[in-house]
């Protein structure tokens, strides 16, 4: 029977499918082939780049001249008047794009081209800037975005390409440029490595092992340390596939936890060829001690069972250089989901970072559910076309016409509480950041949708409770990121109800986790100018408060009532830099100081602008010597989203400058004066350059909170952009943030040594062949940047090195990629024709090719 009916249901399948492709038949505008290449930038000897679009219609019928638009996003303010091509180009707000048929534009027949250029602000160097997700809107279909499939970004190969301005002396990065890069890291045997990572404050090996099968219960001597050896127990259970007892007040044993007085986070380890002793005065102590014997482990031992294991015999003194080593991650311009922040913290953990900065809320989506109010997250948490904002949020950052893409997605408030509850076993606070007042999109349009339904319902004082806008507004203003509409209204009473419930929501969620609260980051970076300034609210404000005489000083109204709220509910306020800087006059012209009303122990500041040439490089240490608490989080250093070199391929941001595993791990805290060299565009900085900067005091050193990495995630689209990005530069934040400054950094010219070398050698080495094999299985994985071979040829030989030893290095001769079954480079190579090589991971994965022509 089934051979009868097979066929007939085939016949109906395909019957079916002939019928449904009927009815779906595409638009001519679905077999348009789309490509992007930059053209120069530069561009006439101006400031501005020139790209082009180059349209062909690959399908049986004519483009028609009209009925239809492109809408896609960039980075980059176009020029409207530079269009070319019959097109027109205008911006809908935002990094959104709509192009369209200009009156000269004569339709496309089946086989024609038409190149449409462009002129836009500043430049573009990679991929990562190329006009992204592209969608075709239908006039007669106007509530429906048709994503583009057929889009090819054309590589930059010529240097007017990537070439930012004429003093730009970066050009294409060469594998010539990676070997010298290269050329002086030594590589050492594994055996003579510091086999704990960040490197403790002392550290001595002995003679032989600790067996791990010898562990059948660990001991707490002290009841507080009973959390800390039960996670050790399933830690080295699941290595050693068996259960591990737990033995409280206990004092014997081949593991013990004892508390003895030492400083907040310190503690002592002490490994012999029978037992484990472990000394702390608090469990954070405790738990770092339980990192550092897992940083021991075997590489395998993160895959799970490893029989037969040992660690090393050693003893270990160690405790944090700062109280606060945090990384901050961005899921509000694209969503990463909870598993991948719980990946994020289980990172955080082995490398003894103690602090989430959970970027939660930003102008393109808002990622926390809000219990008292849900339009957050069932409007701001989602982005799509068509741009109704009253249902969703506009396209960004490629997100597309579909609600599908990282641009959308939100935490529940069970999720959160799981996220919490995760994060507090490993000793990792976690601090939520409300953007405010600018970079508050997502909240500002889904309060905005919540007022204007509630007025339609004729509920005004519903409507007016958590109002954000001022609806007769007529200010005129522009972000960084070209919003136009970005800005909370201070001068409404709403946005402070806003804030306050938001708030008891936070500490409410907090609770219910059983995890303490005592912090909140509210934001206060890069606020327009021109914001409020045509807002009858706000000006009404400014004219009735005596305190209040020109638009701006809305800043420090805001800034005290936001304190004041913070302080109602036992909290300590957070932000970004601006939050604690005061506008004033010098010599006739704007000028900021730090503000003393906010100084003090009122705001701790995340200090992120020391960019070289912009005038604030002496920022963090001026807001220290005021006695602000400061989070050093430069752009120079710890931007984890700038691009790790400059190529066409290599992805990411780079206003801030390129930012390898270098960056992190060879900033000096109390002085980064001194490994700063070189500006954005690689020019020589003169020795006088910060002659009349303000130095870090004895008084402001006291002020220096810790420091913070950053991965902003404006390009990070997927989780496996999102790891790329971030390791292992967070190795060299690590590194930095928990180790006392190397003996290199007090030298005249501290990166120039012989002292520099070496120990950027250690440090390599130990990367490459300690943690790189452990991080291929940790939570499974993670899909770290391994980085390309450096290549040159040298007398007819070609010599290859990489920047981090223990990678595999294989290549080919026969114009193939190389793959696990190319040779493996042992040695300069001889052999003749286009040499390819590639980097490979202990568990095969592998990164970009390098090629040299050996002729």
């Known amino acids: 029977m089934l051979r009868i009916v097979y066929p007939v249901v085939v016949l109906c399948i395909m019957t079916i499918s002939a019928i449904a492709q009927k009815?779906?038949?595409?638009?001519?505008?679905?077999?348009?082939?789309?490509?992007?290449?930059?053209?120069?930038?530069?561009?006439?000897?101006?400031?501005?780049?020139?790209?082009?679009?180059?349209?062909?219609?690959?399908?049986?019928?004519?483009?028609?001249?009209?009925?239809?638009?492109?809408?896609?996003?960039?980075?980059?303010?176009?020029?409207?008047?530079?269009?070319?091509?019959?097109?027109?180009?205008?911006?809908?707000?935002?990094?959104?794009?709509?192009?369209?048929?200009?009156?000269?534009?004569?339709?496309?027949?089946?086989?024609?081209?038409?190149?449409?250029?462009?002129?836009?602000?500043?430049?573009?160097?990679?991929?990562?800037?190329?006009?992204?997700?592209?969608?075709?809107?239908l006039d007669d279909q106007p509530e429906k975005?048709?994503?583009?499939?057929?889009?090819?970004?054309?590589?930059?190969?010529?240097?007017?390409?990537?070439?930012?301005?004429?003093?730009?002396?970066?050009?294409?990065?060469?594998?010539?440029?990676?070997?010298?890069?290269?050329?002086?890291?030594?590589?050492?045997?594994?055996?003579?490595?510091?086999?704990?990572?960040?490197?403790?404050?002392?550290?001595?090996?002995?003679?032989?092992?600790?067996?791990?099968?010898?562990?059948?219960?660990i001991a707490a001597a002290d009841p507080m340390f009973t959390k800390e050896a039960g996670y050790l127990a399933i830690e080295i259970g699941a290595v050693l596939g068996k259960d591990i007892l737990i033995?409280?007040?206990?004092?014997?044993?081949?593991?013990?936890?004892?508390?003895?007085?030492?400083?907040?986070?310190?503690?002592?380890?002490?490994?012999?060829?029978?037992?484990?002793?472990?000394?702390?005065?608090?469990r954070a102590g405790a738990f770092y001690a339980i990192q550092s014997i897992r940083s021991l482990l075997p590489a395998k031992a993160f895959a799970g069972k490893a029989a037969g294991a040992s660690i090393p015999v050693l003893q270990v003194k160690d405790a944090p250089r700062f109280g606060f080593r945090a990384f901050m991650l961005d899921v509000g311009r694209n969503f990463h989901s909870k598993q991948q922040v719980l990946r994020v913290l289980d990172l955080m953990a082995l490398y003894k970072l103690n602090v989430f900065h959970f970027h939660f809320s930003e102008d393109e989506g808002w990622r926390i559910e809000m219990p008292s109010l849900p339009e957050l997250t069932q409007i701001g948490a989602r982005r799509g076309f068509p741009v109704d904002e009253s249902k969703q949020l506009m396209p960004s950052f490629g997100s597309g016409p579909d609600n599908k893409s990282s641009g959308t997605g939100h935490y529940t408030k069970e999720e959160f509480i799981e996220i919490l509850k995760y994060?507090?076993?490993?000793?990792?606070?976690?601090?939520?950041?409300?953007?405010?007042?600018?970079?508050?999109?997502?909240?500002?349009?889904?309060?905005?949708?919540?007022?204007?339904?509630?007025?339609?319902?004729?509920?005004?004082?519903?409507?007016?409770?958590?109002?954000?806008?001022?609806?007769?507004?007529?200010?005129?203003?522009?972000?960084?990121?070209?919003?136009?509409?970005?800005?909370?209204?201070?001068?409404?009473?709403?946005?402070?109800?806003?804030?306050?419930?938001?708030?008891?929501?936070?500490?409410?969620?907090?609770?219910?986790?059983?995890?303490?609260?005592?912090?909140?980051?509210?934001?206060?970076?890069?606020?327009?100018?021109?914001?409020?300034?045509?807002?009858?609210?706000?000006?009404?404000?400014?004219?009735?408060?005596?305190?209040?005489?020109?638009?701006?000083?809305?800043?420090?109204?805001?800034?005290?009532?936001?304190?004041?709220?913070?302080?109602e509910?036992?909290?300590?306020?957070?932000?970004?830099?601006?939050?604690?800087m005061r506008k004033t006059q010098l010599d006739g012209k704007s000028h900021y100081i730090p503000n003393p009303d906010f100084a003090r122990g009122v705001f701790q500041l995340d200090v992120w602008n020391n960019m070289l040439g912009w005038g604030a490089e002496d920022l963090a240490y001026r807001l220290a010597n005021a006695g602000y608490e400061i989070v050093l989080s430069p752009v120079?250093?710890?931007?984890?989203?700038?691009?790790?070199?400059?190529?066409?391929?290599?992805?990411?941001?780079?206003?801030?400058?390129?930012?390898?595993?270098?960056?992190?791990?060879?900033?000096?805290?109390?002085?980064?004066?001194?490994?700063?060299?070189?500006?954005?565009?690689?020019?020589?900085?003169?020795?006088?350059?910060?002659?009349?900067?303000?130095?870090?005091?004895?008084?402001?050193?006291?002020?220096?909170?810790?420091?913070?990495?950053?991965?902003?995630?404006?390009?990070?689209?997927?989780?496996?952009?999102?790891?790329?990005?971030?390791?292992?530069?967070l190795l060299g934040l690590s590194e930095r943030a928990w180790s006392v400054d190397p003996d290199w950094t007090s030298e005249p010219e501290p990166m120039a040594g012989a002292a520099y070398w070496k120990d950027w050698s250690r440090f390599v080495n130990r990367v490459g062949k300690r943690e790189l094999p452990k991080l291929d299985y940790l939570s499974g994985g993670f899909a770290y940047r391994i980085p390309t071979p450096g290549l040159v040829v040298e007398n007819g030989i070609v010599k290859a090195n990489i920047q981090l030893p223990g990678l595999t290095l294989r290549y080919t001769t026969d114009g193939k990629d190389p793959d696990l079954n190319s040779k493996l480079y042992t040695g300069p190579v001889s052999e003749k024709g286009m040499i390819k090589m590639k980097a490979f991971s202990s568990n095969g994965r592998s990164g970009r090719v390098a090629e040299v022509k050996n002729e």
């Open 23 to 137: 009815k779906t038949k595409l638009h001519p505008v679905q077999h348009i082939k789309v490509e992007w290449e930059i053209v120069e930038n530069h561009y006439q000897g101006k400031s501005g780049f020139q790209s082009a679009f180059t349209f062909t219609n690959n399908g049986k019928s004519d483009l028609p001249a009209k009925g239809w638009s492109l809408y896609f996003n960039i980075a980059r303010a176009i020029r409207p008047e530079t269009v070319e091509g019959g097109m027109a180009i205008a911006n809908i707000n935002g990094d959104l794009f709509k192009l369209t048929p200009a009156a000269g534009f004569k339709g496309l027949k089946p086989g024609q081209s038409v190149r449409v250029p462009f002129v836009a602000s500043d430049w573009v160097i990679n991929y990562t800037d190329a006009p992204l997700g592209l969608f075709w809107v």
């Open 145 to 217: 975005g048709l994503k583009v499939e057929n889009y090819r970004i054309i590589p930059a190969t010529q240097l007017k390409q990537i070439k930012r301005a004429p003093d730009d002396k970066y050009g294409f990065t060469t594998p010539a440029d990676l070997y010298l890069q290269n050329s002086k890291i030594e590589e050492l045997p594994v055996e003579g490595l510091t086999k704990i990572f960040p490197t403790p404050a002392y550290y001595k090996e002995g003679q032989g092992v600790f067996l791990l099968d010898q562990i059948n219960v």
């Open 247 to 282: 033995s409280i007040n206990g004092s014997t044993g081949p593991v013990v936890i004892t508390k003895e007085d030492m400083p907040a986070e310190a503690y002592e380890l002490s490994i012999e060829p029978d037992r484990i002793r472990i000394k702390a005065s608090d």
């Open 423 to 567: 994060a507090q076993k490993r000793h990792i606070r976690v601090i939520p950041e409300i953007e405010s007042p600018g970079h508050a999109r997502a909240a500002v349009v889904s309060m905005k949708a919540r007022y204007e339904r509630l007025m339609k319902e004729g509920k005004k004082e519903a409507a007016e409770e958590f109002m954000l806008h001022d609806p007769n507004d007529q200010s005129e203003y522009k972000s960084v990121q070209g919003w136009r509409d970005n800005a909370m209204n201070v001068a409404q009473a709403g946005v402070y109800r806003f804030l306050a419930r938001v708030f008891d929501d936070f500490i409410a969620m907090y609770k219910e986790a059983g995890v303490p609260l005592d912090m909140i980051h509210v934001g206060g970076d890069e606020l327009p100018a021109g914001v409020w300034e045509k807002s009858p609210v706000a000006q009404e404000l400014i004219a009735k408060d005596p305190n209040l005489h020109t638009t701006f000083d809305l800043w420090y109204y805001y800034y005290e009532k936001v304190n004041n709220l913070l302080k």
């Open 569 to 580: 509910r036992g909290l300590a306020a957070y932000g970004w830099e601006e939050a604690g």
């Open 636 to 729: 120079s250093n710890v931007y984890f989203d700038m691009c790790y070199y400059k190529n066409f391929d290599e992805p990411g941001y780079y206003w801030g400058g390129f930012i390898d595993l270098d960056k992190p791990w060879q900033f000096i805290p109390y002085d980064y004066y001194r490994n700063a060299r070189k500006d954005k565009f690689n020019t020589d900085l003169p020795a006088s350059f910060f002659e009349h900067k303000e130095r870090l005091t004895d008084y402001g050193k006291q002020h220096i909170t810790g420091m913070q990495g950053l991965l902003w995630s404006e390009t990070l689209v997927t989780p496996q952009m999102m790891e790329y990005m971030l390791l292992p530069k």
